[in-house]
Structure formats: structure tokens, C-alpha cells
């Protein structure tokens, strides 16, 4: 069978990644590219050299305008004929406008991936115009061919209060590369302990974040003005928390003195602090989509304490004992959940999980039922 021809419309940068949702989209289209004769069409603050799969046109213009370059129907149009595409698909329902001009002068099937109901994160964000964007977003999924959802959740709402054909809803989760249970925690441990002086008996608890995100910024100020005040209490407890991520705005200085917190800054390769992780911390109450970090601590061996809001979209039943959920808000539960998981011996990642959420096996599926 003939490989087939895509055409991914990614309005924005996403290499070199710096943040959970870039990584996600630059992951996709890497095991994409490999199973597929793949184009990505984007913006040239992409660095080119890491589309190692793909071809990479830097199509679109810098700014805001690209949301409304109306030139790009043209572009686009030329492109989809030339190239005979099976199928284009547009990263969020932004471009939805010109995603059905196009389909109108070429037939082409036209899928929207999304990472998010968008209404709704920046509702819970508070954007004033979220409703205009609910209104689009519905217009959107009504209009096309056919829509990835990154969690069920996410597809349920659409099926159910936006009647959506089910027939055209599909599960993309986000994935990941590792299709095993690590076996290098023990060294990645010492390597971790070296970085940042550990000691051989202290537990390692890990949040991982871009602080230009408020979620993420909510999610830290509980862990240091709520969760490590309750942990310090704890008698005879021996544990740092490592707090890796970029973008800490400058009023929080002071995180590089709170007693038992270490602040790792921006780590591009975040997988030897997976893999070294005892729990990952995930006091998560906002943002929409599933929480890519959360996916990844488990697959690298971590025992995951979340809030239920931070666990959203995750398949629990494939986690075993890798996820504790505790109820949105309460503090002292989420504390000491994480006192009983530190004492407790870690089992393994369940094989399940890494059967469901490797990249091999969702990008097979959905090239499988949707294109």
C-alpha cells in the first residue's frame, strides 16, 4: 500500500519545544513523518533542522496576521493540488475560515486536531471573548471531516453537547517515546543527586512547568505556600522538590531560598528527572487538554499525586498504583498522599500503559480510522 500524503497546517512555533503542548505537537509530527509522506506547513521561527521526518515550508507570516492572511487560501489551495494531499490537518480550529475555502477548491479531507475544548480553557482563565470563541469552535467542528481529541473527556463534550458525529470524533492522546518501564532510574538517580546534592536517603519529589502559563504558576504557589509548609512537618521526612521549567517571573526570586525546594530552571532534556523521580507533584486546578507532563512522569517510572482537575483526560485505569488523585483544593490530603507514596514501596508502570500511550501505537491508530 502507498504511503500517504498529509499536509499539517501548525500556525505557530513549536521547534526547538520549550513547553508541554510544543512537545506534544513536534512529537506527533516526528512519528508522523515516519509512517506518512508528511508536510508541515508553519512559521520560519522554526528551527527546520529538527524536522527530521518531514518536509518543513515556512508559509505563514510572523505575527498575528497569519490568523488573517487571506492570500494563504491561494497558497494553500496551489499546494493541495500540486502535491495531490490525502488529507490536511489544522493544529487548533483558528483556521478554520480558510481550512473550508480550501476544502471548497480542492475536496480535500480536512481534519482539525485539538488540544483543548479552547472555550473553555480561557474561560476558566477569564478572556472575555471566550464566548465568541465557543461559537467558532462549534462551527468548526460541525464543518469538518473529522476532529482528533486529546482526551475523552474532550470528545464526549463535543459528541454530546455540540452533537457532533461520533463517526467523525478520534482519540489522539499525547504520547510518548519510551515503550518500556525504565531501566536506569537507579543511575539516573545518582546523576540527579550529584546535580543538585541530594542525599542517597532523601526522597525526590518533581514539578516541571513553563511559568509563562498561569496554571502552572497556580500549581507552584500551592506546592510552596500550601503542600511543602504541611510536608516540613512531617517528623523524620527526607525529601528535596526539584522544580524545572523556564519563564519564572522575577518576583519569584525567592523560590531559591524555600527550605526543601530546589529550582533546576529550563531543562531540555527533562527525561533523566523523570526517570529519577520518586513522585511527581501535579497540584493542578485549571487549563484544559490533558497535562503532558503528568503522561510522561508516569512513563518514566514516577508515582504521580494530582488534584482530579490535574488528571484530566488520563486513562486511569492503565496507571495502576503510578496515579493518587486527591479532591481539587484539599491540601492536607494532597500532603499526605504524598508522605504514604514516599514510604511505600513503587511498583512498575503497568504494561497497559505503555500499549495505550506510545506514540508507534496511537499514530498507527489513528492512520487506521481516520485518513
Given at each position: 500500500?502507498?504511503?500517504?500524503?498529509?499536509?499539517?497546517?501548525?500556525?505557530?512555533?513549536?521547534?526547538?519545544?520549550?513547553s508541554?503542548?510544543?512537545?506534544?505537537?513536534?512529537?506527533?509530527?516526528?512519528?508522523?513523518?515516519?509512517?506518512?509522506?508528511?508536510?508541515v506547513?508553519?512559521v520560519?521561527?522554526n528551527?527546520?533542522?529538527?524536522?527530521?521526518s518531514y518536509?518543513?515550508?515556512?508559509?505563514l507570516?510572523?505575527?498575528?496576521?497569519?490568523?488573517?492572511?487571506y492570500?494563504?487560501?491561494?497558497?494553500?489551495s496551489?499546494?493541495?493540488?500540486?502535491?495531490?494531499?490525502?488529507?490536511?490537518?489544522?493544529?487548533?480550529?483558528?483556521?478554520?475560515?480558510l481550512?473550508?475555502?480550501?476544502?471548497?477548491?480542492?475536496?480535500?479531507?480536512?481534519?482539525?486536531?485539538?488540544?483543548?475544548?479552547?472555550y473553555?480553557?480561557?474561560?476558566?482563565?477569564?478572556?472575555?471573548?471566550?464566548?465568541?470563541?465557543?461559537?467558532?469552535e462549534?462551527?468548526c467542528?460541525k464543518?469538518?471531516d473529522?476532529?482528533?481529541?486529546?482526551?475523552?473527556?474532550?470528545?464526549?463534550?463535543?459528541?454530546?453537547?455540540?452533537?457532533i458525529?461520533p463517526?467523525?470524533?478520534f482519540?489522539?492522546?499525547?504520547?510518548i517515546?519510551t515503550?518500556?518501564?525504565?531501566?536506569n532510574?537507579q543511575?539516573?538517580?545518582?546523576?540527579?543527586?550529584?546535580?543538585?546534592g541530594?542525599?542517597?536517603g532523601e526522597?525526590?519529589f518533581?514539578?516541571?512547568?513553563a511559568?509563562?502559563?498561569?496554571?502552572?504558576?497556580?500549581?507552584?504557589?500551592?506546592?510552596?505556600?500550601k503542600?511543602?509548609?504541611?510536608l516540613?512537618?512531617?517528623a523524620g521526612f527526607?525529601y528535596k522538590?526539584?522544580?524545572c521549567?523556564?519563564?519564572?517571573?522575577a518576583?519569584w526570586?525567592?523560590?531559591?531560598?524555600q527550605?526543601?525546594?530546589?529550582?533546576?530552571g529550563?531543562?531540555?532534556?527533562?527525561?533523566l528527572?523523570?526517570?529519577?523521580?520518586?513522585?511527581?507533584?501535579?497540584?493542578?486546578?485549571?487549563?484544559?487538554?490533558?497535562?503532558?507532563?503528568?503522561?510522561?512522569?508516569?512513563?518514566?517510572?514516577?508515582?504521580?499525586?494530582s488534584?482530579v482537575?490535574?488528571?484530566?483526560?488520563?486513562?486511569?485505569?492503565v496507571?495502576?498504583?503510578?496515579?493518587?488523585?486527591v479532591?481539587d483544593g484539599d491540601?492536607n490530603?494532597?500532603?499526605?498522599?504524598?508522605?504514604?507514596?514516599?514510604?511505600?514501596?513503587s511498583?512498575?508502570?503497568?504494561?497497559a500503559?505503555?500499549?495505550?500511550?506510545?506514540?508507534?501505537a496511537?499514530?498507527s491508530?489513528?492512520?487506521?480510522?481516520a485518513?
Amino acid at each position: 500500500m502507498p504511503m500517504k500524503k498529509i499536509l499539517v497546517i501548525a500556525p505557530y512555533a513549536y521547534l526547538p519545544w520549550r513547553s508541554g503542548g510544543q512537545k506534544f505537537i513536534g512529537q506527533f509530527l516526528e512519528y508522523l513523518g515516519r509512517k506518512t509522506s508528511l508536510t508541515v506547513v508553519s512559521v520560519a521561527a522554526n528551527d527546520a533542522a529538527a524536522a527530521k521526518s518531514y518536509t518543513h515550508l515556512p508559509l505563514l507570516k510572523k505575527g498575528f496576521s497569519r490568523y488573517y492572511d487571506y492570500s494563504l487560501v491561494k497558497k494553500i489551495s496551489t499546494l493541495v493540488k500540486e502535491e495531490q494531499f490525502d488529507a490536511v490537518i489544522w493544529e487548533h480550529p483558528y483556521l478554520a475560515w480558510l481550512a473550508f475555502r480550501v476544502r471548497k477548491k480542492t475536496g480535500v479531507r480536512t481534519l482539525f486536531h485539538t488540544h483543548n475544548i479552547e472555550y473553555q480553557r480561557f474561560k476558566s482563565t477569564g478572556r472575555w471573548w471566550w464566548p465568541v470563541l465557543k461559537w467558532y469552535e462549534r462551527w468548526c467542528f460541525k464543518k469538518a471531516d473529522g476532529i482528533f481529541f486529546i482526551t475523552p473527556d474532550d470528545k464526549q463534550f463535543a459528541i454530546q453537547q455540540w452533537k457532533i458525529d461520533p463517526a467523525r470524533c478520534f482519540d489522539l492522546p499525547f504520547g510518548i517515546e519510551t515503550g518500556f518501564y525504565p531501566a536506569n532510574r537507579q543511575s539516573s538517580r545518582e546523576a540527579i543527586n550529584q546535580l543538585h546534592g541530594l542525599l542517597p536517603g532523601e526522597k525526590m519529589f518533581l514539578f516541571t512547568g513553563a511559568f509563562n502559563y498561569k496554571p502552572n504558576l497556580d500549581a507552584l504557589q500551592f506546592i510552596v505556600e500550601k503542600i511543602n509548609p504541611i510536608l516540613l512537618k512531617e517528623a523524620g521526612f527526607a525529601y528535596k522538590i526539584l522544580v524545572c521549567g523556564g519563564d519564572l517571573p522575577a518576583e519569584w526570586n525567592e523560590l531559591r531560598d524555600q527550605q526543601h525546594i530546589i529550582y533546576a530552571g529550563f531543562i531540555p532534556r527533562i527525561d533523566l528527572y523523570y526517570s529519577a523521580a520518586d513522585i511527581f507533584l501535579n497540584p493542578v486546578l485549571s487549563g484544559g487538554g490533558i497535562k503532558t507532563k503528568m503522561v510522561e512522569a508516569i512513563a518514566y517510572g514516577a508515582t504521580v499525586i494530582s488534584t482530579v482537575t490535574g488528571a484530566t483526560g488520563i486513562n486511569k485505569a492503565v496507571c495502576g498504583s503510578k496515579l493518587v488523585l486527591v479532591n481539587d483544593g484539599d491540601w492536607n490530603a494532597f500532603a499526605n498522599a504524598v508522605v504514604m507514596a514516599a514510604r511505600e514501596d513503587s511498583s512498575p508502570t503497568p504494561a497497559a500503559y505503555y500499549q495505550q500511550y506510545h506514540w508507534e501505537a496511537i499514530i498507527s491508530n489513528i492512520l487506521g480510522k481516520a485518513i
